[in-house]
T-cell receptor, first 110, second 119 residues
Framework: AQSVTQPDIHITVSEGASLELRCNYS??????LFWYVQSPGQGLQLLLK??????LVQGIKGFEAEFKRSQSSFNLRKPSVHWSDAAEYFC????????FGTGTSLTVIP | DTGVSQNPRHKITKRGQNVTFRCDPI?????LYWYRQTLGQGPEFLTY????????KSRLLSDRFSAERPKGSFSTLEIQRTEQGDSAMYLC?????????????????FGAGSRLTVL
């Protein structure tokens, strides 16, 4: 079955520290991959996407993600986290349908 | 363009009542999706339209759920005889896709959602 897994339910980082959020997918072929962010009371906002080509993709707000076919992973990274990055982060993949992971909640401490 | 608009933003209803949510997509988008999101979970796909055609509805949670997009513009999601388990955030998203290719390079733009509370 096609699925997206986000192993970390909740992550806490200090402001200014680096961040990595994990995402693994299970698909018969390479899917198209996305990261979305959701702030309280807001809809989901697209951070970045991977369709093909360069496996390191840059997104908005200083985020990047790296596609690793051998590990079936698409981890999200940011070198220095800001307090405004506190939110829920969702990894998603499309094949015939659009699948979301269960999300990782990010807390940023001063 | 004002993005994807959903109304109402919040709905509180009593069990057994019917509720309807409206979604106005980005005007040039031909695809419209409905998702449900419960606390601590990712969005769960319900159904989607391409123009006025409902191309996938097998994921609608029960026959109490129905969606329409009569003119290929706005869409409504109706839940009949609501139950407490229907309490959730209902998200709408839209995109522009051409041809008959599967989701593929589809990029969804989401609305802020409609939160349903069933008492």
């Amino acid at each position: 079955a096609q699925s997206v897994t986000q192993p970390d339910i909740h992550i806490t980082v200090s402001e200014g520290a680096s961040l990595e959020l994990r995402c693994n997918y299970s698909y018969g072929a390479t899917p198209y991959l996305f990261w979305y962010v959701q702030s309280p009371g807001q809809g989901l906002q697209l951070l970045l996407k991977y369709f093909s080509g360069d496996t390191l993709v840059q997104g908005i707000k200083g985020f990047e993600a790296e596609f690793k076919r051998s590990q079936s992973s698409f981890n999200l990274r940011k070198p220095s986290v800001h307090w405004s990055d506190a939110a829920e982060y969702f990894c998603a993949a499309t094949g015939n349908q659009f699948y979301f992971g269960t999300g990782t909640s990010l807390t940023v401490i001063p | 363009d004002t993005g994807v608009s959903q109304n109402p933003r919040h709905k509180i209803t009593k069990r057994g009542q019917n509720v309807t949510f409206r979604c106005d997509p980005i005007s040039e988008h031909n695809r419209l999706y409905w998702y449900r999101q419960t606390l601590g979970q990712g969005p769960e796909f319900l159904t989607y339209f391409q123009n006025e055609a409902q191309l996938e509805k097998s994921r609608l949670l029960s026959d109490r759920f129905s969606a329409e997009r009569p003119k290929g513009s706005f869409s409504t999601l109706e839940i009949q005889r609501t139950e407490q388990g229907d309490s959730a955030m209902y998200l709408c998203a839209s995109s522009f896709m051409t041809g008959s290719v599967a989701s593929g390079a589809n990029v969804l733009t989401f609305g802020a959602g409609s939160r349903l509370t069933v008492l």
